[in-house]
């Protein structure tokens, strides 16, 4: 009698074989039904290339599925999933270049650590492990990527790189076999021991330390952290964070529509007393203009209701204006401008504070500059005020392109509480 492992090995190598071949297959493979698909989505050149590497990785992963299945590969049905983009790789592939949804909440988030160099690898871990490993486990597993190519520089990423990688110890045994989801779990529950192991006695902290990871931190900062306050700065950031997804940002409208609800609570939370949020103009090196957005002084009636029921108004009228003459014609670079006025820029605030052990919003007192430079891209810089107990000063620099990336960052206590002592 032949055992379900060795079953599911047969059916493995044999799925295998026949991945290969539709991958070999000129005519009715991969390269054809990928052609159609980066087609239809408008890949440039660079994404195609990196295209192509992970439908071969996620090929060969859906043989590998089908198998634990007890299941044959079909070469018909992959035809189609690859030229529709259809497979949750794709999906997430999609996502990070601003084409389309990624195949899962989570996997919104993942995508946004991507790079132009790792996006295949990054893509395909993000369909492996996103939904059983959740953030913390794909957060360790992209900031290892360069550890896992390393041990192993071409092809899928088998599930004893992937645990190496991450633990810098082998896997274990019993999950040679296990298929993808207990493989998943079992990664997130080595994730949460390390978080228990590295202290014992807080509360939660595997939700803690899961929940720095989430920042985009690296693992040992995350862990750091959970003996005592820390301080970050940009190196620390392995997974950097971004700006809004382009394919998230909404119309002009829209954005506008978000910025007006933000500004009137622009530092409610945590006040400070005589503190009033700005956000200034310029350009590098220029002139600055500086507006109070809570200052309603010069508005009407109708307009100060407008303001308080965070409805657009003259106020966040103004601010799209001023926006309008740092990007000019550049509709994109402008809607990403304007939306970062708004708490999807100061999200950094609520996520990033409670490292420091002085937990605030995203709604607390932030002042922020926005600059254009003459290469055509816009800084937008958020700094807390003298008086905040936080020093938090970080910058987003927004290319032509739309896209924002982590430039500049610190964000600590202004008088840090010593760290408790690790034990020998």
Request: glycine share 6%; charged share 20%.
């Amino acid at each position: 009698m032949v055992s379900t492992a060795s079953t599911t090995a047969l059916q493995k190598a044999w799925n295998e074989t026949q991945a290969q071949a539709f991958l070999d297959d000129p005519a009715h493979g991969a390269s054809a039904a990928m052609d159609t698909y980066a087609t239809q989505k408008g890949f440039d050149g660079p994404q195609k290339t990196q295209l192509r590497k992970l439908i071969g990785m996620a090929v060969m992963h859906e043989a590998a599925m089908a198998a634990e299945q007890k299941a044959a590969f079909s070469p018909q049905s992959l035809f189609k999933a690859v030229s529709e983009g259809s497979l949750p790789a794709l999906q997430d592939f999609a996502c990070a270049c601003g084409k389309g949804k990624a195949h899962y909440f989570v996997a919104d988030d993942i995508m946004v650590w991507a790079t132009p160099r790792n996006l295949a690898d990054v893509a395909m871990l993000s369909a492996m492990l996103s939904e059983s490993s959740g953030i913390g486990g794909s957060a360790v597993a992209v900031q290892r990527l360069d550890t896992m190519r390393t041990l192993q520089p071409e092809g899928l990423l088998t599930r004893n790189t992937i645990w190496q990688g991450c633990f810098n110890e082998p896997m274990p045994d019993e999950l040679k076999t296990a298929d993808q989801k207990h493989f998943g779990d079992m990664l997130f529950e080595r994730l949460s021991r390390h978080f228990k192991e590295i202290s014992p006695d807080t509360l939660a902290a595997d939700a803690k330390g899961v929940a720095n990871l989430s920042v985009g931190i690296s693992l040992e900062k995350a862990s750091e952290a959970l003996r005592g306050p820390v301080s970050l700065t940009l190196e620390d950031f392995v997974n950097r964070p971004t700006l809004t997804p382009l394919q998230n940002i909404g119309t002009l409208q829209e954005t506008e529509e978000t910025l007006a609800k933000d500004i009137k609570r622009r530092g409610n939370h945590s006040p400070l007393e005589g503190y009033t949020p700005t956000i200034s103009f310029g350009t590098a090196g220029g002139p600055v203009e500086t507006v109070r957005i809570r200052d309603t002084s010069g508005m009407d009636k109708a307009e100060k209701e407008k303001f308080e029921m965070g409805d657009p108004s003259s106020m966040s009228h103004d601010l799209v204006r001023r926006a309008q003459e740092l990007c000019g014609e550049n509709d994109v670079q402008l809607r990403q401008v304007v939306l970062g006025m708004s708490q999807a820029g100061t999200f950094l605030v609520r996520n990033a504070s409670p490292v420091t052990d002085i937990a605030e919003s995203e709604h607390s007192p932030v002042d922020i500059d926005i600059r254009r430079e003459a290469n055509g891209n816009v800084t937008i810089r958020y700094y807390k005020p003298p008086q905040s107990p936080l020093d938090i000063d970080y910058t987003f620099t927004i290319t032509p392109d739309g896209q924002a990336t982590l430039t500049a960052c610190r964000i600590q206590a202004r008088q840090p509480a010593p760290q408790q002592p690790v034990d020998a």
